[in-house]
Every structure is written in C-alpha cells, then in structure tokens.
C-alpha cells in the first residue's frame, strides 16, 4: 500500500510564507514525479507544481516565481515552499504521487490535504 501524508499548512497574512511538506510510504521501488494540487473553495481542483523523476519542475501560471518545488530523493519526501502568498492561495493543498504499477503502467495517489488560508 501507497500513502502520502501532507503537513506544514495554516494560516498566514498576504504576503507572507509557508512550507509544506510531503511524504510517501509504503512499497515504493521508484517514483515517476511528486507533485501538489490544490482546491479552493467552489472551485476545480488544479495542479499547483510537479517535479519528475529526472528533477524536472513544472508550474501553474498562477504561481510561477512564488512557489517552488523539491524533494528528498532519499526520504521520499517533496516539499512546496510558498512565497508571497495571496488571499487566492487559500486552498486545500493536495500532495500527489505518481508511481510505477505493474497492473496499470503507473499509479496516482493523492493525500488528504492541508488547509491553506491566506488572510488579507
């Protein structure tokens, strides 16, 4: 089994900065690319970052310049550092993880979120 716990959300002034942190467990031989999501309220959920197997990174327009992704490689582990945060980053951040499967080429596992809130 395959999981992916969130951390390091919580509420912060515009203008201000959080980390979020990521890790996944369970039987995990490699992983294709890491990655978080994100849901506002009423809103679809939307990719925020990802990083590849290879250590490349793409960006939602919307935060290109103030959130940046890494990772761990050692510790699984793939982090969100959040600059210059918006009132429109408030969101439920979602970690994602995509691993190789035998059954169906790869496999998606997303977390149960943590609560952004950016206060204005």
């Known amino acids: 089994q395959v999981q992916v716990v969130e951390s390091g959300g919580g509420l912060v002034q515009a203008g201000g900065s959080l980390r979020l942190s990521c890790a996944a467990s369970?039987?995990?031989?490699?992983?294709?690319?890491m990655g978080w999501d994100r849901q506002a309220p009423g809103k679809a959920r939307e990719l925020v970052a990802r990083?590849?197997?290879?250590?490349?990174?793409n960006y939602a327009d919307s935060v290109k310049g103030r959130f940046t992704i890494s990772r761990d490689i050692a510790k699984n582990i793939v982090y969100l550092e959040m600059n210059t945060l918006k009132p429109e980053d408030t969101a439920v951040y979602y970690c994602?993880?995509?691993?190789?499967?035998?059954?169906?080429?790869?496999?998606?596992?997303w977390g149960q979120g943590t609560l952004v809130t950016v206060s204005s």
């Open positions: 990083i590849s197997s290879g250590g490349s990174t």
């Open positions: 369970g039987s995990i031989s490699s992983i294709n690319a």
């Open positions: 994602y993880l995509n691993v190789p499967s035998v059954t169906f080429r790869y496999l998606e596992v």
